[in-house]
């Protein structure tokens, strides 16, 4: 089934904004703890206000894990350019009946300021339920869109972007409805299982009674420090998921993923778009290919993400090279061959995945696979030209199924003193 899941991209390598954790004064959900000699256990805390010890007077820095933290307040919203985080969480709200404009603009008043708070390793506002506690921050991300629903449910049908069009059908599709969509959507990630879980517990005690949650889905990728030296992570097939992903360095970064302020609406001014896809992978089916069949499948080398016409994992693909036999070295429906943006009118995506897993099927088929997430300034002009090409004929098709799908306008992130859509629910 076409899909641009795979597609020759790499998750970010910009690091997350770091700072440090907050010492012992002040309010903070988290104790700071480290290395104790070779135990590498350590206690304290601060925040009274919140019914937390007083940390001890030498308390020791956290590990570099727990302390990196990501910046809530900026340019752009965080967990776009962030390098991937190893716990995920995906989560899809619709307003409540009768909830319209100013319920959603209490609601996002609430989530931005809890959202400020636990990225910075401190309390919940309110009702803080101890689950991370002992962490850091442990570099969490907090991410929230409006999906095409949310308009017309608060009476802004005439600033919803042209670009929030539903997208087109595709023939890979065998969408869920019920677990697609929603009026609000919210991204959470950090490198930390507990922190990333109590952020999700949070939003949802937030929402209240003004929206209800329409899905949820659970992702991971590989945890910070467990390879030799930092690398491309792989996917649940094995393989090296992600090589010319745009970076922040790139001159046309910008162009390509975020809103510029020329824009319009004018409330999307350094937002993006993001499309979500639940996207099982047939790993039974995938399993019983040989290493030589799957590479020809993907166009890459499965030891080191190499293309097949040679070089190591960053050196451009000759899609003109032939064996002795006059044949393709790439084969023409190779993944990688088909996503690349010179094969796609230049088309690009800044893709941020998950992997998942759900259990094992009666059958004992494993649902398991990736919770694709792209961003672009316009999807028009990202996913979905891809999306037509790996439907026209990608080898990979063949291994997966698109089981949801969302699309969400992300907008630019929130000054000191605002929230999050601030711009669009106030304007």
């Known amino acids: 089934m076409p899909d641009p899941s795979l597609s020759e ?13 907050p010492g012992t004064s002040g309010i903070s959900r988290r104790a700071l703890i480290g290395t104790a000699g070779a135990t590498g256990l350590a206690l304290g805390a601060a925040g009274g206000a919140v019914g937390y010890a007083a940390a001890p007077a030498e308390a020791t820095p956290l590990t570099s894990v727990g302390s990196d933290r990501a910046m809530f307040h900026g340019k752009h919203q965080p967990g776009i350019t962030d390098g991937l985080q190893a716990r995920g969480h995906l989560v899809a709200f619709d307003l409540a009946a009768g909830a319209g404009r100013k319920e959603a603009a209490a609601l996002l008043r609430r989530w931005s300021a809890t959202a400020e708070r636990l990225m910075a390793g401190e309390a919940a506002p309110h009702g803080d339920t101890d689950v991370a506690r002992d962490a850091g921050p442990s570099s969490l991300t907090v991410t929230f869109g409006f999906g095409h629903s949310f308009f017309g449910r608060t009476g802004l049908e005439k600033q919803r972007p042209t670009a929030l069009d539903p997208l087109p059908a595709f023939s890979s599709d065998r969408l869920d409805r019920s677990r697609s969509d929603g009026d609000l959507w919210v991204q959470i990630g ?28 659970n992702g991971f990728n590989r945890s910070p420090g467990a390879t030799a030296h930092p690398m491309t992570a792989r996917n649940l097939m094995g393989q090296l998921d992600g090589t010319r992903n745009p970076k922040p360095a790139d001159a046309d970064f910008d162009r390509r993923i ?11 001014a350094n937002g993006s778009y993001a499309v979500v896809r639940r996207i099982r992978m047939l790993l039974d089916d995938w399993e019983k290919l040989s290493l030589p069949d799957q590479e020809a499948v993907i166009g890459r080398r499965k030891a080191d993400g190499a293309p097949l016409s040679g070089g190591g994992e960053t050196t451009p693909m000759d899609l003109e090279k032939a064996d002795a036999k006059g044949e393709y070295v790439v084969p023409l429906n190779a993944h990688a061959r088909i996503t690349r943006p010179d094969q796609n009118g230049g088309a690009a995506m800044l893709r941020r995945p998950f992997s998942y897993h759900d259990g094992i099927d009666a059958d004992g088929t494993p649902d398991a696979g990736l919770l694709f997430i792209c961003w672009q300034a316009d999807p028009l002009r990202g996913f979905v030209p891809v999306q037509r090409k790996l439907d026209r004929g990608d080898a ?6 698109h089981e949801t799908s969302g699309l969400f306008a992300v907008p630019g992130g929130a000054a000191k003193g605002e929230y999050v859509g601030q711009r669009l629910l106030e304007g």
Request: net charge positive; aromatic share 8%; hydrophobic share 45%.
């Open 9 to 21: 991209a790499r998750t970010p390598d910009a690091p997350v904004t770091r700072q440090p954790v």
């Open 190 to 217: 950090a490198n930390d299982a507990l922190v990333a879980f109590h952020a999700l517990r949070a939003i949802q005690k937030d929402a209240g009674s003004a929206a209800r949650v329409r899905w949820q889905m």
């Open 258 to 268: 975020f809103v510029p302020t020329s824009g319009e609406p004018a409330w999307m």
């Open 396 to 401: 990979l098709s063949k291994y997966i199924r």
